[in-house]
């Protein structure tokens, strides 16, 4: 508050000793924070009190005083002690009615205001100050202004009185920035409650080439600051603009500045001009003017507007003809009000009917504008021509939506279109909105037409990996969206369409086969090999979007050949494989719902070979063309159908290769490899290999040829004589028999 300033400036020119807790001393103390009070021994110097802290204080012996501050002013009632004291019961005691100063002050500007002229004014103010507050410019004025007099006037009360009409200026105003000036007639005087003064004085001032005039009110911390400034003008001005406008109240042409509510030091700035009539303007809540509705009422607001700091007067008046009627109609509305209510039913209209609104506005000093609008009594609603269809990537071509069903069905992953053409009577184009539950906040808005497309999912409630196995299991309904069009015209007329969207169940299930192998779970660490003939195939984790587990379709295939794993969920969960060879294996899981979607899963089993070396000869090729006795080679290759380091020689009657290292078989088949025997002299007779293994076991295999001796010409003559021979004796021997029988 302002009136802090006043005992800001008390403990300013007042010297505070140093208390410090050395010989004898009194204590001071309070059980809570003091707040604003002045506390000073028996010369009336001031002692420093937090206000905010308890009282804990050691004073020097001697007679002290203590007084509470209420808005900057000691009351009556003091505390004056000479030993330890708790001040506390003296704090609490409340006061009713403090003390305060008082007063008023008035600036009559009499004029002229204009630019680079003298204007003249007149100045009157007055103060009233309690006896226990003393003047500010004299010392020690937290004593009292009694003491004041004795101390400094020898107890003479005239000489005070003097004291202060002679020095006591008016300290008004400054007028374009520089103060007005004038003699004052300053009274003072002085009772046995207050003491004060009144002044009068005839002030002038001189204005600037500006345009605006400026009034400059200084706030200083004085007395007169406490006191309410009324300011009067002349007619046709009034105050414009001021920064500090929320301490300034009244009429524009004579208002009043509170300046005890302003906090800080300066100057009041008052903008000065002309009075000019108020802006006449209004508006339709939640509409969109001239348009109103006929089945709805509607709230017309003003939105007159001055530059002054008074709002003007408000008066509509409404007529049921239109403004370029020669013959005023009969007034249907006249009111004034800041607001009126239009509602058409009531007051007996028809639809499709002009009316004439206008809104007076007057300020303060009697000048009137007006705003003049025809309104449109609109009864008719919206129109629509409305286009809807869907698309989706496994349906060819595109769908028409029948929309004057009120329920509408889809497959999941639709894409649905939809565009709307809005018409009205009245001239503005028709706002359009849709609205749906899709998502939060889901909405298309749309000015006389309007397109849209979005997909149409299954909604987040269906079956999915965000639920556990057993929840997935279960069957979920299927998925419902509202979809609302909405049409409103320029009056609020409004037309609304609802829909149903149910999203068909169009997903294929999620089959999710895991693979076990003698209880270990398949996948890179575990693999099956041979000797683990136990491989489970586990469906748990399998699950559809919609239906229940149980009512699912399964079929198994592995390696192209359809499995029988049965017909219930019961035996289909869980199933074994038969005994699978080394190699890779490939399994796959159809799953199909009742609307008929298939998921396919498919992956591929790797069984390692068992260790152990498993030898085959698949090919022995004899290498150059000698006989029995002669040398050569074979080149026999080999197929091993296990894993594991092995060894082993390749042998023909007494030849034999050095050790052989055998190359391994893996997933992607045996190990294949080929090595040549060298042959020192062929035997005759079949040609058979015999493979020794490291623990001397002998495996021996047929190559499926011989070994002959080379044929020389006499031989051809022994192996062809005997035959020739033959066929001339049987040739001679027939044709003797048939001599004979001539």
């Not at 506390?39 to 001031?46: A, F, M």
């Not at 105003?173 to 009772?191: E, F, H, L, Q, S």
């Not at 600051?225 to 109240?249: C, F, G, K, N, V």
């Not at 524009?252 to 008052?270: E, K, Y």
Request: with cysteine; aromatic share 8%.
């Amino acid at each position: 508050m302002r009136k802090a300033v006043i005992i800001v400036v008390i403990l300013l020119i007042t010297p505070f000793p140093l208390v410090e807790a050395e010989g004898d001393t009194i204590h001071l103390w309070s059980n809570q924070a003091p707040g604003p009070v002045l506390l000073w021994d028996e010369s009336g110097n001031l002692t420093s009190v937090d206000p905010n802290t308890p009282i804990n204080l050691h004073l020097p012996d001697g007679n002290w005083t203590m007084v509470r501050l209420i808005d900057g002013v000691p009351q009556n009632n003091s505390l004056i002690f000479n030993a330890d004291f708790n001040a506390t019961s003296f704090l609490d005691v409340g006061n009713e009615s403090p003390l305060e100063i008082t007063g008023s002050s008035h600036l009559n500007i009499s004029g002229p205001i204009s630019q680079s002229t003298q204007t003249n004014a007149t100045w009157t103010s007055s103060i009233s100050v309690p006896n226990t507050l003393g003047h500010p410019d004299l010392e020690k004025p937290h004593l009292g202004i009694h003491r004041q007099i004795t101390n400094q006037f020898s107890d003479d009360a005239d000489l005070f009185l003097q004291w202060v009409t002679n020095n006591t200026d008016v300290d008004c105003c400054a007028y374009d920035k520089v103060d007005m000036a004038g003699d004052a007639d300053v009274v003072a005087y002085i009772d046995n409650q207050t003491w004060g003064w009144t002044a009068q004085a005839n002030l002038s001032g001189q204005s600037d080439g500006r345009a605006t005039r400026l009034i400059w009110v200084p706030i200083t911390g004085s007395f007169s600051d406490q006191t309410d400034l009324r300011i009067t003008l002349p007619a046709p001005y009034e105050i414009r603009y001021s920064p500090q406008s929320e301490h300034i109240s009244g009429l524009p042409d004579d208002f009043i500045i509170d300046r005890g509510a302003i906090g800080v030091s300066g100057n009041v700035t008052i903008a000065l001009g002309t009075n000019s009539a108020p802006i006449a303007s209004f508006h339709g809540e939640n509409r969109d003017l001239p348009w109103l509705p006929f089945s709805q009422y509607s709230v017309i607001k003003s939105d007159c507007t001055d530059t002054s700091i008074v709002e003007p007067q408000s008066r509509f008046i409404l007529h049921d003809s239109i403004s370029t009627n020669e013959q005023i109609g009969n007034t249907l509305i006249d009111s004034q009000s800041n607001n009126i209510t239009i509602d058409p039913m009531f007051l007996g209209l028809e639809p499709s009917t002009w009316l004439n609104l206008t809104l007076e506005c007057t300020d303060s000093q009697g000048l009137i504008s007006n705003h003049s609008m025809d309104v449109y009594i609109d009864g008719v609603v919206p129109t629509r021509n409305l286009q809807m269809e869907y698309t989706h990537p496994e349906i060819e071509g595109v769908v028409a939506i029948e929309h004057g069903n009120s329920s509408i069905t889809i497959p999941s992953g639709s894409v649905i279109s939809a565009f709307v053409e809005a018409g009205d009577d009245s001239a503005p184009p028709v706002e359009i909105k849709w609205f749906s539950n899709k998502t939060t906040g889901w909405t298309h808005n749309g000015i006389g037409n309007h397109a849209w497309n979005d997909i149409f999912l299954q909604g987040s409630h269906v079956n999915g990996q965000h639920l556990t196995i057993d929840d997935r299991h279960q069957e979920k309904s299927l998925t419902q969206y509202e979809l609302q069009m909405e049409l409103v015209d320029a009056a609020g007329n409004k037309v609304t369409q609802h829909w149903d969207i149910t999203v068909q169940d169009h997903n294929a299930p999620s089959p999710r086969p895991a693979i076990f192998v003698d209880g270990n779970y398949y996948g890179n660490i575990n693999r099956p090999v041979e000797g683990l003939s136990s491989i489970e195939v586990r469906l748990t984790e399998s699950w559809d979007d919609i239906d229940n587990i149980t009512e699912l379709e399964w079929e198994a295939w592995l390696d192209d050949i359809k499995l029988d794993i049965g017909s219930e969920w019961g035996e289909i969960e869980n199933f074994v494989l038969p005994p699978l060879d080394f190699g890779t294996h490939t399994l796959i899981v159809n799953a199909t719902d009742t609307s008929g979607n298939t998921g396919t899963h498919s992956m591929s089993i790797e069984v390692d070979p068992s260790f152990g070396a498993k030898y085959r000869v698949i090919e022995v090729i004899k290498v150059g063309e000698g006989g029995p006795g002669e040398n050569g080679a074979l080149d026999v290759t080999l197929e091993n159908y296990g894993q594991g380091v092995s060894r082993f020689k390749i042998c023909y009657v007494d030849a034999c290769t050095n050790e052989l290292t055998a190359v391994e078989a893996s997933v992607d088949g045996p190990g294949t490899m080929t090595h040549r025997l060298v042959v020192d002299e062929w035997s005759s007779g079949p040609v058979m290999v015999e493979i020794i293994l490291e623990n001397n076991t002998t495996i021996e295999f047929d190559s499926g040829f011989s070994i002959q001796p080379t044929m020389t010409p006499l031989m051809w003559i022994f192996i062809i004589a005997p035959p020739i021979i033959g066929l001339i004796v049987l040739k001679n021997s027939k044709k003797e028999e048939g001599n004979e029988e001539s």
